[in-house]
């Protein structure tokens, strides 16, 4: 672990509030804090990214997956912390309630993912190159995952790093962290609301790797 964080501050992926997320974010209305114009790029991302089939797995998924209504994925596995957040998730065939942060390793085997996607939640993670080890471990060779993240975000809840980040950077130090936990082929964008659009104010990232493809 000393070397995947070479070159991080000792703190910068500790946060403010250290109340366990599952306490934190039952508190909280289970809508994602993206906009309305924003919610559409990443579903217009997810689009053209996932794959008309196969297997989903959306981590820290919130209330809404975010997913195209003309994908026909075999199952859609939602991780998040809030049990409610996840019963609201029409997207989801399974759901899994893991605080990440407590226990970053999943409940699955290797190699048995087409996609995976985190929306809104890298801010969040304090032991990030883990998590992103794991899904690459369960991906398919070949496979996506897919970050995506606007500018809003829980202050409380952030990480120091990304906090103190520009949000051009916070797409480099994501790139870093997939690099460092084993992702390809990495690829970013981003999509500007336009100025004659009022219910789009936030831009959205994106950072999206592969794992290797088999020899």
């Known amino acids: 672990m000393a070397d995947e964080l070479e070159g991080f501050h000792p703190g910068a992926f ?34 053209t990214a996932l794959p008309a089939t196969g297997s989903i797995l959306d981590l820290m998924c919130g209330s809404l997956s975010h997913l195209p209504e003309e994908l026909s994925p075999n199952s859609v596995i939602g991780i998040d912390v809030s049990r409610a957040a996840l019963d609201a998730n029409s997207a989801l065939t399974e759901r899994v309630v893991q605080d990440l942060n407590a226990n970053p390793q999943l409940d699955m085997p290797d190699d048995c993912m087409d996609a995976v996607c985190l929306c809104d939640g890298l801010a969040y993670l304090t032991q990030p190159i883990a998590v992103l080890k794991e899904a690459l471990r369960v991906l398919r060779p070949g496979a996506p995952l897919i970050i995506t993240f606007s500018d809003n975000f829980h202050a409380a809840k952030a990480t120091a790093m990304w906090q103190a980040l520009e949000p051009e950077d916070r797409v480099r130090l994501i790139s870093i962290l997939m690099t460092r936990a084993g992702f390809v082929d990495l690829d970013t964008g981003e999509v500007v609301p336009p100025e004659d659009l009022n219910a789009w104010n936030d831009t959205v990232r994106a950072v999206i790797g592969r794992k290797t493809l088999a020899a």
């Open 14 to 47: 500790t946060r403010a509030n250290n109340e366990p997320d599952t306490i934190f974010f039952a508190k909280r209305q289970q809508e994602t804090l993206m906009d309305a114009g924003a919610r559409t790029a990443v579903t217009a991302l997810y689009q």
